[in-house]
């Protein structure tokens, strides 16, 4: 039987396809794997306390209701939480383009650090990998197609820095410990239902805009100015975060679904929904 060079052309493509997929892949969780493990190796020894509501006596009213209503008495300090996340991803390129994506994430709370990698479903068979981070003291922002080919590079400037550790506080909501006194978080009223967080590290420095509800917990969070690359250009903007669905995990209160976006002066540009698929944590002794 004879197979025609059509016949044959496809199956090379899909055999190399597939060999590249491959490829991609092992590179890019062998990469992770380094990744994670200089996180860990950068990590504090030192232990933060447990939650005592007493000692929050100081704090704006709205951000003591969200240790009411997030923590119980007692509750030991996160050291690390490694999330899973899947949603999707709009991409910038001027259309209405969302991506289905899966992510994985390691944090380590004291020195504030953390780790994500995602893979994007840009097409049928097709893969971006995008790497986002912090550690010590240095922004990580990197995509690959197929874990092979480079097509963004953000990090290691001091703009890049400042924005994954707004990224770290904002997200706090998934370790609630960490925004509690002593854990390098400081905290000014704004009004009755909202106040502001500042977080130094080093040389970098950053303040988020909390709301809280009715019941206490939060709905969002604000930076008056992260910095967004637009034309290879580094553009301070608005950003925001929400989040929802709030439940009981590893013995504290947290949002299972969460919203991001840029606000523009033609309003909000979303460009991450995802919702928590898993979460586990190593507490302080």
């Not at 068979?125 to 590079?153: N, P, Q, S």
Request: net charge negative.
């Amino acid at each position: 039987m004879w197979v025609n060079s059509a016949a044959i052309a496809l199956i090379v493509l899909v055999v190399c396809s597939g060999a590249a997929l491959g490829i991609g892949k092992l590179h890019w969780e062998s990469d992770s794997q380094e990744f994670d493990r200089r996180l860990i190796d950068d990590r504090s020894q030192d232990a933060a306390p447990p939650y005592v509501h007493e000692d929050t006596h100081a704090l704006p009213d709205p951000v003591r209701r969200y240790f009411r209503a997030v923590l119980k008495e007692g509750q030991p300090a996160v050291a690390t939480a490694r999330l899973s996340h899947s949603g999707y991803f709009h991409l910038d390129d001027g259309r209405d383009h969302w991506k289905r994506f899966t992510s994985t994430q390691l944090i380590v709370t004291r020195r504030p650090g953390f780790h994500w990698t995602a893979r994007i479903a840009m097409a049928p068979g097709l893969y971006a990998y995008v790497r986002d981070g912090y550690i010590a003291e240095k922004g990580i922002l990197h995509a690959k197609l197929l874990g092979l080919l480079t097509i963004a590079d953000l990090g290691n400037t001091p703009e890049i820095a400042q924005g994954e550790l707004m990224r770290f506080l904002a997200e706090a909501v998934w370790y609630p410990t960490l925004l509690l006194p002593g854990n390098g978080v400081h905290w000014l009223p704004i009004d009755g239902s909202s106040a502001t967080a500042t977080l130094d590290d080093g040389a970098n420095k950053v303040a988020l805009d909390f709301r809280f509800d009715d019941e206490g917990l939060i709905t969002s969070v604000e930076a008056q100015a992260r910095f967004r690359s637009v034309d290879g250009k580094f553009v301070p903007t608005r950003w925001q975060g929400k989040f929802s669905d709030y439940a009981w995990r590893g013995g504290m209160r947290i949002p299972l679904e969460g919203e991001v976006a840029w606000l523009l002066a033609d309003g909000p540009h979303p460009y991450w929904r995802g919702r928590l698929t898993s979460v586990s944590y190593e507490l302080a002794e």
